[in-house]
């Protein structure tokens, strides 16, 4: 296709426009990046660090340090230690005028000065409640960032092992709270005063810990704390760490077999021979006590706080001795060929009346059953059940009776004092265990909802 020659002239002349244009924007960027080098670098720190600048003298009379943690993840909190042992930065801002040059038009293009701790005034804090190292936070490896209107950035990594007093009222349904104390070393709460930033805790790089979850995390309700060390004030900040504990681990591990081991405890009384009632108690009973030992090198030796699971494991293994101690008496009674006194027969029958209640066939009824025999009134079948003599019903007597003083004997007084005491027992650990679990469920409501 042809072209006019006008044409042909004005498109070379819009494209070589356009390649200017393009060729000093080029230059422009190119221009305003190369103002920057190493060399400019150095020479703003030799002017800013002069002769002037001392690391022992405070930027102003009061220093205003803004800190903030980086929480990385929980590695353990030990109820037994009561150690909480973390890792993350904790970090700290405050405004340095001799370190600025953002009014230097010389020095415009650079953004950031990266220096070290030695060269640089750095406000003196350490973890209070560290229960491994008391020593001022610092970390020479780590530069400090300073920005052009003078902000300098001190960030310390690393993993922090605190004292942390632990509840253990509820345990293992038990939440706590931890805290991490800073303070100031050698300067007083009119030199450095410590404040959160705007976001105390930064949870975004996280990781989930399996046993505790993370209800809050927070500066504490004051911001600024004194400590009073020698008639000087201190500042002093403290990080605020709530957890409760994943229970899913310990109701398969821990109490359900706890519940069901008390369950076991009162049908001893339902078995006949002596021999195996005595090894089943002390079975159920050893039990209990490696339970008890286990649950004991889990939480602290201390009395401040009394563990519900404790006390629930130290009643159920009082009723399992207790129960060998019944076993062994019941089988002496059982085997004794004396006569029974007056008052023993009273005993005996109150418990009777009692143990026969709504049951066919006690051995209260069959005496009674057993005299109607005699008199043709009832019969006894092949398996020792006593039925009317016409219509074939099965006799149950409203009141036990006895009809002599020697229906009852020392065989049937235990026998009684088998389901009475299993009847107790039974009711005794079923109550104690919904006393435990409605504490439980009212304080794991109480941190849920």
């Known amino acids: 296709m042809l072209y006019p020659k006008k044409y042909k002239t004005n498109m070379a002349n819009g494209l070589s426009l356009v390649v200017f244009a393009l060729t000093g924007v080029l230059l422009l960027i190119a221009s305003g990046h190369a103002q ?31 800190t903030s943690f ?22 700290m ?7 600025s040059w953002n009014t230097d038009s010389d020095y415009s293009d650079v953004l950031f000065l990266f220096t070290t701790e030695e060269d640089t005034w750095t406000p003196a804090v ?13 970390d020479e490896y780590m530069p400090l960032r300073i920005q052009p209107n003078g902000e300098v950035l001190l960030v310390t990594s690393g993993v922090f092992k605190v004292s942390c007093e632990c509840d253990v009222t509820y345990y293992p349904m038990d939440r706590q709270i931890c805290y991490i104390k800073i303070t100031t070393g050698g300067y007083s709460q009119g030199e450095i005063n410590l404040r959160f930033d ?20 927070s500066g504490s309700s004051s911001d600024g704390l004194i400590r009073s060390r020698g008639g000087i004030d201190y500042s002093r900040l ?108 009273s005993l005996a029958l109150c418990f009777a009346k009692i ?4 049951r066919p ?16 009134e009832v019969y006894e079948n092949g398996a020792g059940f006593y039925f009317y003599k016409y219509d074939r019903r099965p006799h149950n007597e409203n009141v036990p009776e006895y009809d002599n003083d020697d229906a009852i004997t020392w065989q049937d007084f235990a026998s009684h004092l088998d389901h009475c005491f299993f009847v107790i027992f039974f009711f005794v650990i079923i109550l104690a265990s919904l006393v435990l679990f409605i504490i439980w469920g009212i304080e794991y409501e109480k941190f849920s909802s």
Request: hydrophobic share 40%; aromatic share 10%; glycine share 2%.
């Open 238 to 345: 403290k990080f605020k760490l709530q957890l409760k504990r994943r229970h899913l681990f310990h109701i398969i591990n821990t109490i359900f077999p706890v519940f069901l081991l008390g369950i076991l405890v009162p049908f001893v009384f339902q078995l006949d021979e002596n021999g195996d009632r005595t090894g089943y108690s002390l079975t159920v009973l050893l039990s209990f006590a490696v339970y008890l030992t286990l649950i004991a090198e889990n939480i602290p030796s201390t009395s401040v706080s009394v563990c519900y699971l404790s006390v629930y494991l130290a009643t159920i293994l009082t009723l399992s001795t207790l129960s060998i101690l019944i076993v062994i008496w019941l089988a002496k009674m059982a085997s004794s060929e004396e006569e029974m006194s007056s008052c023993s027969r």
């Open 126 to 138: 350490y973890v209070e409640n560290s229960v491994e190292d008391l020593s001022v936070l610092n």
């Open 361 to 376: 066939s006690c051995c209260c009824r069959k005496s009674n059953a057993a005299t109607k025999a005699r008199k043709g």
């Open 93 to 99: 801002k405050w405004m340095d005028k001799r370190l």
């Open 36 to 66: 920057y080098s190493p060399e400019l670098e150095a020479a703003l720190l030799e002017e800013l660090y002069d002769s002037n600048y001392s690391t022992s003298v405070r930027p102003t009379s009061t220093v205003l340090v803004k």
């Open 198 to 217: 705007t976001e105390p805790f930064d949870l975004s790089e996280y990781l989930k810990n399996g046993e505790w979850e993370i209800l809050s995390a």
């Open 70 to 91: 980086v929480l990385y993840t929980i590695n353990d909190l030990s109820i037994v230690d009561q150690t909480l042992s973390v890792s993350g930065l904790l970090s």
């Open 355 to 358: 143990s026969c209640c709504n």
